[in-house]
């Protein structure tokens, strides 16, 4: 230890220490470090020193003047200026419309656009309108009833994560989940912002398994049927095809702000 302590004294380093057995004297920093760490050491690519120190002076700005803390209350949280005012509407159109068969139906169709000016939410908001805008643009047409299409923001901090609706005419729901950091004028994967909140894919897929085979028997239960040997033996299959159908593919989430997920689970029924 004294070795440690001279090294730092000949390097110019003042060394801070908690008070013997009161661990919480370095709580707040080591909260901040961890935070540096999730939002943004773990998340971009630094290549030179010069990067790093311009990288870190923002995120001191950002966290002392801008992130919301969640022991704010809502309107302390609106004043920080991360909320739907941030998002416009690319295209947005609602109306009736009938089909040659006499099927009458209201339409409503909204694609998103992110106001702002960098080049990440500028290919974003192309992606949209290009993966959106074709189906929301068509008029609506005697032989086919329109989708319906919309959006919904939420919001963690600058993180947002914009979940996209797709409404098919026999009722399936697709859903598309986009996350972009307001602050850092980033679009990151789903990784980043498990890397944000310290958490690890790997380490939820367990969680994941169970939560949609509990889906998939609840549902099957609530079905009023009778369960003969081969219908039984047919639903197993179709929860272990749930369950590889989980372990597969990487479910749309989004962070709830306080430090919990909401992840839409695919289940195969087919």
Same mark, same amino acid.
């Given at each position: =230890?004294?070795? &440690?302590?001279? #090294? /730092?004294?000949?390097?110019?380093?003042?060394?801070?220490?908690?008070? !013997?057995?009161?661990?919480?004297?370095?709580?707040?920093?080591?909260?901040?470090?961890? /935070?540096?760490? =999730?939002?943004? %050491?773990?998340?971009?690519?630094?290549?030179?020193?010069?990067?790093?120190?311009?990288? %870190?002076?923002?995120?001191?700005?950002?966290?002392?003047? #801008?992130?919301?803390?969640?022991?704010?209350?809502?309107?302390?949280?609106?004043?920080?200026?991360?909320?739907?005012?941030?998002?416009?509407?690319? &295209?947005?159109?609602?109306?009736?419309?009938?089909?040659?068969?006499?099927?009458?139906?209201?339409?409503?169709?909204?694609?998103? #656009?992110?106001?702002?000016?960098?080049?990440?939410?500028? +290919?974003?908001?192309? *992606?949209?309108?290009?993966? &959106?805008?074709?189906?929301? =643009?068509?008029?609506?047409?005697?032989?086919?009833? !329109?989708? +319906?299409?919309?959006? *919904?923001?939420?919001?963690?901090?600058?993180?947002?994560?914009? *979940? =996209?609706?797709?409404?098919?005419?026999?009722?399936?729901?697709?859903?598309?989940?986009?996350?972009?950091?307001?602050?850092?004028?980033?679009?990151?994967?789903?990784?980043?912002?498990?890397?944000?909140?310290?958490?690890?894919?790997?380490?939820?897929?367990?969680?994941?398994?169970?939560?949609?085979?509990?889906?998939?028997?609840?549902?099957?239960?609530?079905?009023?049927?009778?369960?003969?040997?081969? /219908?039984?033996?047919?639903?197993? +299959?179709?929860?272990?095809?749930?369950?590889?159908?989980?372990?597969?593919?990487?479910?749309?989430?989004?962070?709830?702000?306080?430090?919990? /997920?909401?992840?839409?689970? %695919?289940?195969?029924?087919?």
């Amino acid at each position: =230890m004294e070795e &440690y302590q001279e #090294k /730092l004294k000949g390097k110019g380093i003042i060394q801070s220490m908690s008070r !013997k057995a009161t661990c919480l004297d370095n709580a707040v920093a080591e909260n901040f470090f961890s /935070l540096l760490k =999730m939002e943004l %050491i773990y998340i971009q690519d630094f290549k030179t020193i010069e990067n790093l120190a311009d990288g %870190i002076g923002a995120y001191i700005q950002y966290y002392n003047e #801008k992130r919301i803390k969640l022991r704010l209350n809502s309107e302390m949280q609106d004043n920080a200026g991360y909320n739907d005012s941030l998002i416009g509407d690319a &295209y947005a159109d609602e109306g009736d419309a009938a089909t040659e068969w006499g099927f009458s139906y209201h339409y409503a169709v909204r694609v998103p #656009k992110l106001l702002s000016d960098s080049e990440d939410a500028k +290919a974003l908001n192309a *992606e949209l309108m290009a993966l &959106y805008g074709s189906e929301a =643009m068509r008029p609506p047409e005697s032989d086919s009833i !329109k989708y +319906a299409i919309g959006w *919904e923001s939420h919001w963690d901090g600058s993180l947002l994560t914009l *979940e =996209m609706t797709a409404v098919q005419p026999d009722g399936e729901t697709h859903h598309d989940i986009y996350y972009f950091d307001f602050a850092a004028g980033k679009r990151l994967s789903g990784e980043d912002v498990l890397a944000r909140m310290g958490l690890l894919r790997e380490k939820l897929e367990p969680a994941f398994l169970c939560a949609a085979v509990r889906e998939h028997d609840s549902m099957m239960q609530a079905q009023d049927m009778e369960f003969t040997s081969g /219908l039984i033996a047919d639903t197993l +299959a179709l929860r272990a095809q749930s369950a590889l159908a989980v372990q597969d593919a990487a479910l749309p989430f989004y962070p709830n702000g306080d430090g919990t /997920l909401t992840v839409y689970l %695919i289940l195969n029924f087919n």
